[in-house]
């Protein structure tokens, strides 16, 4: 495993852009049987956290500066492998999204648009709820804010 890495929008070789993309879409559109616009525009502007095993992306997060989502910066498209969770590689991934974030943007809070059942898991974080429950593409999310 390889990891954590990280990367512009510019600075990803077209191999790897696949692979994360690819991952993605195996995720957020086939597992969680979601079809959603994933290619949003925010990818540009975006820092990329990635881990790969044999040259292939397997977990990934990316970053949004402040403004570009959100006013305050966040983290978003969180991802594991199916065959990787449960492994403490989330997590790894997790921290090392919140460390680059704050290193990034220093004094920024962070916030996340969590799908409903991963509350506990960003919870362990130090995020905090912010807001009632919510559809995003037909899935239950709650917003949730890590205090700087």
Same mark, same amino acid.
């Given at each position: 495993?390889?990891?954590? *890495? ?7 070789? /077209? ?5 994360? *993309?690819?991952?993605? %879409? ?9 079809? $959603? ?24 997060? +990316? &970053?949004?500066?402040?403004?570009? =989502? $959100? =006013?305050?910066?966040?983290?978003? +498209?969180?991802?594991? =492998?199916?065959?990787?969770?449960? /492994?403490?590689?989330?997590?790894? &991934?997790? +921290?090392?999204?919140?460390?680059? =974030? ?5 004094? #920024? ?8 059942? &991963? ?8 995020? #905090?709820?912010? +807001?009632?429950?919510? &559809? ?11 205090? %700087?």
């Amino acid at each position: 495993m390889i990891g954590p *890495l990280f990367a512009s929008f510019s600075e990803l070789n /077209t191999s790897t852009l696949y692979g994360i *993309l690819a991952l993605r %879409a195996e995720v957020f559109v086939v597992e969680q049987d979601c079809p $959603y616009q994933d290619l949003d525009g925010k990818d540009e502007q975006s820092i990329h956290l990635w881990y790969e095993e044999e040259g292939c992306p397997v977990a990934y997060a +990316r &970053l949004l500066p402040p403004g570009s =989502a $959100y =006013a305050e910066a966040g983290i978003g +498209r969180v991802v594991t =492998a199916q065959r990787l969770r449960r /492994t403490g590689l989330g997590k790894e &991934l997790m +921290r090392a999204a919140i460390d680059r =974030a704050q290193m990034q943007w220093p004094g #920024e809070d962070l916030v996340i648009m969590a799908q409903s059942y &991963l509350v506990n898991f960003y919870q362990g974080f130090g995020f #905090e709820i912010e +807001r009632e429950e919510f &559809l995003e593409d037909g899935i239950p999310h709650r917003w949730m804010r890590f205090t %700087a």
